[in-house]
């Protein structure tokens, strides 16, 4: 009879999980998986995050280099440029003609547009995501050697100081979503020194 009870202890240890280990095995299983899904939804962040980065880096580089390139062509400065907004002239296909270009910002695009001389550029969207576009202007004094910041608006500005500057600085913020919430943002900034004597032509 002994042997009996201990064959029934033993098949009923033998049959299975009780209860408390179920949970304790489910529990466990159901951290591991929040683990793992944790992991997969940082790594896809950092991924976007990454890729936002490379693509706002390139768009910043870009940029800059275009608005720098061309500037530094300038034959012409109009009165009109601010601190936001740039009209000038160049030679762009360097075939003789002159063209008005033109660079601004609007509804978080950096914008741009070229046009004939004496017609207004059309601005067209060009880069995403600008939040910050600023330019600054300088003019020699050859009084202390140094180039001195000329304010655009300014009485010295409109009294024919917008031809004598000699460089422009640009300084823009470009930003862009990623996914997950997380905002990419950079600074990017150049100078140019003009390498004509302005003339007017606006």
């Known amino acids: 009879m002994e042997r009996d009870k201990e064959r029934e202890v033993t ?7 009780t209860l408390p280990e179920l949970l304790v095995v489910i529990l466990i299983m159901a951290i591991f998986l929040l683990a793992v899904g944790r992991m997969v939804s940082d790594g896809a962040r950092s991924s976007s995050a990454s890729y936002g980065a490379v693509k706002v880096q390139e768009a910043g580089n870009e940029a800059v280099a275009t608005i720098t390139r061309q500037l530094r062509g300038a034959v ?33 695009w950096l914008r741009k547009g070229l046009s004939g001389l004496g ?3 059309v601005m067209e969207d ?25 304010a655009p608006g300014s009485a010295a500005w409109a009294g024919g100081g917008h031809l004598e500057v000699r460089k422009i600085e640009v300084r823009l913020t470009l930003a862009r979503g990623a996914l997950g919430g997380v905002e990419v943002s950079r600074d990017f900034s150049g100078s140019v020194s003009l390498r004509n004597r302005l003339e007017e032509l606006f």
Request: glycine residues 14%; aromatic residues 14%; charged residues 25%.
């Open 11 to 17: 098949h009923s240890r033998e049959g299975g999980f």
């Open 126 to 150: 060009w880069i995403e995501g600008c939040t910050d576009f600023v330019f600054r202007y300088y003019t020699y004094n050859p009084a202390t050697g140094r180039l001195e910041e000329l």
């Open 76 to 108: 012409s400065l109009s009165p009109d440029s601010g601190s936001r907004y740039v009209l000038f002239a160049l030679d762009s296909d360097g075939d003789g003609n002159l063209e008005a270009a033109a660079f601004g910002a609007e509804g978080g």
């Open 119 to 121: 017609e207004d550029p």
